[in-house]
């Protein structure tokens, strides 16, 4: 079992940075694939970047390519999500979330391939 919490969110102008943090615990973390989702208000959850188990494999949603990074520190338990170059419509709650399956080469994308959660934290974006 994994429990997931996320800090980092605050309120931001176009064009700055912030860096998302999810801090894990239990024994399967540094075995599980995570992601990170938004949900912005009135839509629906969204896939934004993974990073596969052993941080050899990430994917991003193409809205993020080339401003997100996501990263992981397996001996801290932490997921990073960098995200640069900010603008309004990445406002939204962020999410991390571990994979289901365990040490998956691949990155799902769907939320149900996902079955631990953090609570979200707020991210917006003025202009």
């Known amino acids: 079992q994994v429990q997931l919490v996320e800090s980092g969110g605050g309120l931001v102008q176009a064009g700055g940075s912030l860096r998302l943090s999810c801090a894990a615990s239990?024994?399967?973390?540094?075995?599980?694939?995570m992601g990170w989702f938004r949900q912005a208000p009135g839509k629906e959850r969204e896939f934004v970047a993974g990073?596969?188990?052993?941080?050899?494999?990430?994917v991003y949603v193409d809205s993020v390519k080339g401003r997100f990074t996501i990263s992981r520190d397996n001996g801290k338990n932490t997921v990073y999500l960098q995200m640069n170059s900010l603008k309004p419509e990445d406002t939204a709650v962020y999410y991390c979330a571990a994979d289901r399956f365990l040490r998956r080469i691949t990155i799902p994308r769907r939320l149900n391939e996902y079955d631990y959660w953090g609570q979200g934290t707020q991210v917006t974006v003025s202009s």
């Open positions: 990073i596969s188990w052993n941080g050899g494999t990430t």
């Open positions: 239990g024994r399967t973390f540094s075995v599980s694939g």
